[in-house]
């Protein structure tokens, strides 16, 4: 007989929580905390979404998404996880570009920024000042219709390095682009130049495992391997959750999963107006990525200078379209030393991460398939000779995931990395207006993506689904 993953679970709970991202298991902590019955559901073996690892002979742990994040998470993970989370979060010190126009080594905040800015690209201090302080001074409730683009042009009328350095990480961070709304850029750059890039020492696996830990103290019901299908709506609000073929009742719903997948797929559109459908239709997904895993023979070593993030590209000049294409010329290496996971064995390993759209990859055959990610492999090798010589030889492990590989793990329609469009997020608020009890959590809108996006997203969620149960009252059912 198969195993049960819901064997003891009660027939009803307050909150049903889809999906074990950073945004989903935050909302579950917080409402968990408050002490509402929780139940929180994950499809996959592992907690975690897209911040996950594996493990590879040899002892080699891989990270997918620990590549840097803002120093906001400090204050969220100790606001609403643990100050263990939160002394764990430490900053990287070195952050490299290397492209024809230029190369240098920043700490990524503004001091440094305006350093680089003045001296190695003769801005003005008045100009990078005026810059910072606007993109600072930028709110979600700002003019939505000046581009990214239109502000760069604003304050460095035809400088194309200058819109690289500013521009390229933060399309790396969060796949925005130049035709984006430039709050997207505003927001996000100005949360990274407060105080530069942070990682988590320790390694995801550990982050994940203390946040599961304190789940359970929040007496979180955790269920991995549970696969919610479908969300009942009777009489415009949510009833209960379909998860491994069992119906559980429950007063709110907290999706993690894609918003596409939470509207046409769990729910089903019969249950929202026909303009909010459309709205939904039209919200675009961010793009996805393929990333090569790389991890040198035990004893090698890459020496520290080499930096923590590394955005390369041998493209003339920055285009969006380039840093997409199957043909790339854009690659962000993270450089993991042996500090990264203090507690296991000392080892050095190289993630190579490059934008992608999911189209160049589903269309394949198998063969195809197989031949495009050994394609993908071999020229990452290449490129990276250049700055760790041999690397063939010294290399013990080296595989290659598409956005194939996102879609599979996640869930996530077409793999895309950081969520939705920039107009998701309007749909994302919306949910509940449209069905009572009815939100959703999770990258989107690229402000609320990324790591400390997610998880702020999950708090802000949480604080809602905390005022409609605290009006309405608890249905009357017994539970086990
Ligand atoms: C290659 C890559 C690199 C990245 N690098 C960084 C980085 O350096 N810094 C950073 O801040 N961010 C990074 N990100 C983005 C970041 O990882 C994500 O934005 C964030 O982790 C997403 O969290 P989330 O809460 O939206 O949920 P997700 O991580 O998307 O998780 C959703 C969860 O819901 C589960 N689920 C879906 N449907 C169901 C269902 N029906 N039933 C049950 N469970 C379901 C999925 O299995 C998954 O566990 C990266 C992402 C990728 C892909």
Same mark, same amino acid.
């Given at each position: 007989?198969?195993?049960?993953?819901?064997?003891?679970?009660?027939?009803?709970?307050?909150?049903?929580?889809?999906?074990?991202?950073?945004?989903?298991?935050?909302?579950?902590?917080?409402?968990?905390?408050?002490?509402?019955?929780?139940?929180?559901?994950?499809?996959?073996?592992?907690?975690?979404?897209?911040? /996950?690892?594996?493990?590879?002979?040899?002892?080699?742990?891989?990270?997918? !998404?620990?590549?840097?994040?803002?120093?906001?998470?400090?204050?969220?993970?100790?606001? #609403?996880?643990?100050?263990?989370? %939160?002394?764990?979060?430490?900053?990287?010190?070195?952050?490299?570009?290397?492209?024809?126009?230029?190369?240098?080594? /920043?700490?990524?905040?503004?001091?440094?920024?305006?350093?680089?800015?003045? /001296?190695?690209?003769?801005?003005?201090?008045?100009?990078?000042? %005026?810059?910072?302080? @606007? +993109?600072?001074?930028? =709110?979600?409730?700002?003019?939505?219709?000046? /581009?990214?683009?239109?502000?760069?042009?604003?304050?460095?009328?035809?400088?194309?390095?200058?819109?690289?350095?500013?521009?390229? $990480?933060?399309?790396?961070? =969060?796949?925005?682009?130049?035709?984006?709304?430039?709050?997207?850029?505003?927001?996000? &750059?100005?949360?990274?130049?407060?105080?530069?890039?942070?990682? &988590?020492?320790?390694?995801?696996?550990?982050?994940?495992?203390?946040?599961?830990?304190?789940?359970?103290? !929040?007496?979180?019901?955790?269920?991995?391997?549970?696969?919610?299908?479908?969300?009942?709506?009777?009489?415009?609000?949510?009833? +209960?959750?379909?998860?491994?073929?069992?119906?559980?009742?429950?007063?709110?719903?907290?999706?993690?999963?894609?918003?596409?997948?939470?509207?046409?797929?769990?729910?089903?559109?019969?249950?929202?107006?026909?303009?909010?459908?459309?709205?939904?239709?039209?919200?675009?997904?961010?793009?996805?990525?393929?990333?090569? #895993?790389?991890?040198?023979?035990?004893?090698?070593?890459?020496?520290?200078?080499?930096?923590?993030? &590394? &955005?390369?590209?041998?493209?003339?000049?920055?285009?969006?379209?380039?840093?997409?294409?199957?043909?790339? @010329?854009?690659?962000? #290496?993270?450089?993991? #030393?042996?500090?990264?996971?203090?507690?296991?064995?000392?080892?050095?390993?190289?993630?190579?991460?490059?934008?992608?759209?999911? +189209?160049?990859?589903?269309?394949?055959?198998?063969?195809?398939?197989? %031949?495009?990610?050994?394609?993908?492999?071999?020229? @990452?090798?290449?490129?990276?000779?250049?700055?760790?010589?041999?690397?063939?030889?010294?290399?013990?492990?080296?595989?290659?995931?598409?956005?194939?590989?996102?879609?599979?793990?996640?869930?996530?329609?077409?793999?895309?990395?950081?969520?939705?469009?920039?107009?998701?997020?309007?749909?994302?608020?919306?949910? $509940?207006?449209?069905?009572?009890?009815?939100?959703? +959590?999770? !990258?989107?809108?690229?402000?609320?993506?990324?790591?400390?996006? %997610?998880? =702020?997203?999950?708090?802000?969620?949480?604080?809602?689904?905390?005022?409609?149960?605290?009006?309405?009252?608890?249905?009357?059912?017994?539970?086990?």
């Amino acid at each position: 007989m198969p195993k049960d993953f819901l064997a003891g679970a009660r027939d009803s709970y307050d909150v049903v929580v889809i999906g074990s991202g950073l945004a989903g298991m935050t909302a579950a902590n917080i409402l968990g905390r408050a002490g509402y019955q929780v139940l929180l559901l994950e499809q996959h073996y592992k907690l975690g979404g897209m911040a /996950t690892w594996f493990k590879r002979p040899g002892g080699h742990i891989f990270d997918i !998404s620990l590549h840097g994040f803002p120093h906001g998470m400090i204050k969220s993970c100790r606001r #609403y996880w643990t100050q263990e989370i %939160a002394d764990s979060i430490v900053p990287l010190r070195h952050i490299r570009f290397d492209n024809p126009m230029f190369s240098l080594t /920043t700490s990524y905040d503004r001091e440094d920024f305006t350093r680089l800015l003045t /001296t190695k690209f003769g801005v003005t201090q008045e100009t990078v000042a %005026a810059f910072f302080d @606007t +993109a600072r001074g930028m =709110n979600f409730y700002d003019d939505q219709r000046l /581009t990214t683009r239109e502000l760069f042009q604003k304050f460095f009328p035809g400088r194309e390095d200058i819109i690289r350095l500013l521009m390229e $990480p933060i399309t790396y961070a =969060n796949g925005s682009t130049l035709e984006d709304p430039a709050i997207t850029y505003g927001i996000v &750059f100005s949360n990274f130049m407060s105080k530069g890039v942070w990682t &988590f020492e320790g390694g995801t696996d550990r982050l994940i495992g203390l946040m599961h830990d304190d789940l359970l103290k !929040s007496g979180v019901d955790v269920r991995i391997k549970c696969d919610a299908e479908k969300i009942h709506v009777e009489n415009g609000r949510v009833t +209960a959750v379909t998860a491994n073929g069992r119906t559980i009742k429950t007063r709110a719903v907290v999706s993690n999963s894609n918003l596409r997948a939470t509207i046409f797929r769990m729910t089903g559109e019969e249950h929202f107006d026909k303009k909010f459908v459309q709205d939904a239709r039209e919200v675009r997904l961010n793009n996805s990525s393929t990333q090569v #895993y790389i991890a040198l023979k035990p004893d090698e070593r890459v020496d520290e200078s080499m930096g923590d993030l &590394f &955005f390369t590209s041998t493209a003339p000049l920055f285009r969006t379209d380039l840093l997409l294409s199957r043909d790339i @010329t854009s690659r962000t #290496y993270s450089f993991y #030393y042996p500090r990264t996971r203090p507690q296991g064995r000392p080892r050095c390993l190289i993630v190579s991460s490059t934008n992608a759209n999911y +189209a160049d990859w589903a269309g394949l055959s198998d063969e195809d398939y197989q %031949a495009s990610k050994q394609d993908l492999i071999d020229k @990452t090798l290449d490129h990276l000779d250049r700055y760790v010589p041999n690397i063939r030889e010294r290399l013990d492990h080296v595989e290659a995931a598409t956005p194939k590989t996102f879609q599979h793990y996640t869930a996530h329609v077409e793999g895309a990395s950081f969520g939705t469009k920039f107009e998701g997020l309007a749909v994302s608020r919306a949910l $509940p207006e449209q069905v009572k009890g009815l939100y959703h +959590a999770g !990258s989107v809108g690229i402000i609320m993506s990324g790591w400390l996006g %997610a998880i =702020n997203y999950g708090v802000i969620v949480a604080n809602d689904v905390d005022s409609l149960l605290m009006k309405s009252p608890p249905p009357q059912v017994s539970s086990q």
